[in-house]
């Protein structure tokens, strides 16, 4: 009785044999669908008809072109140069140009005094020997006081009657008629003008001639 239990047509022979089909080989499918998933490279690794993926490498560096490199610092070297000595020289003319009129400023706080012993000497009488003696030394002081003030660049404004009027260096106090000249002319000076290094620190007061329309 056991012995036909066991046969080959019993459950357990079956249940084996169904095991065995289950967990086999599997077949070609099988085998396929482990080396997609198990394969060295991974899923990415393979295709979808399951040949092997290559990896793009990377394009090596191009090479530099070092005369081209050597010339662009170059031309950086000489123009840091070119700014330099342009940097190197207006700071020099303006060292110059400070230390040419430093002394404006003094001087103009001068000038008054320069020009009130002008107008005194102007009034002097001569015909007066007092007057004249007195006149004499204030002359000689004025002459020695411009003297080193034009040593360090004050020269006065020519003004002279019959000049054309220059609105640059001239300071028109009134318009007066003036048969002998013409208009726009300079009938009078009023007060001396100067320059300092060509620069106007005091123009010069005059008189300018419009005669009426005939």
């Not at 530099?64 to 031309?75: C, H, I, L, P, S």
């Not at 002394?103 to 002097?124: C, F, G, H, M, Q």
């Not at 002459?143 to 054309?164: F, S, T, V, W, Y």
């Amino acid at each position: 009785m056991r012995a036909e239990d066991n046969g080959s047509g019993t459950p357990e022979r079956e249940a084996g044999e169904e095991q065995l089909n289950n967990h086999g080989d599997g077949g070609p499918e099988a085998g396929e669908e482990r080396l997609a998933n198990h394969g060295d490279g991974g899923p990415e690794a393979v295709d979808a008809e399951g040949s092997e993926v290559v990896p793009e490498q990377p394009a090596p560096d191009a090479p530099k072109d070092w005369e081209a490199e050597a010339g662009r610092y170059q031309d950086l070297y000489l123009r840091s140069v070119a700014e330099l000595d342009n940097a190197r020289r207006r700071f020099q003319k303006e060292r110059e140009e400070n230390a040419k009129y430093a002394s404006e400023s003094v001087i103009k706080d001068i000038l008054p005094a320069v020009n009130n012993l002008d107008l005194a000497l102007s009034y002097a009488s001569p015909d007066d020997p007092a007057v004249k003696n007195l006149a004499d030394g204030v002359g000689m002081t004025l002459r020695g006081l411009m003297d080193r003030l034009g040593a360090r660049g004050l020269e006065e404004i020519p003004a002279e009657r019959g000049m054309p009027f220059d609105p640059n260096f001239h300071e028109p106090l009134a318009q007066v008629p003036d048969p002998e000249l013409a208009d726009m002319a300079i009938s009078q000076r009023v007060r001396r003008g100067y320059t300092l290094h060509k620069r106007v620190v005091q123009a010069a007061q005059v008189m300018v001639v419009k005669n009426p329309a005939a």
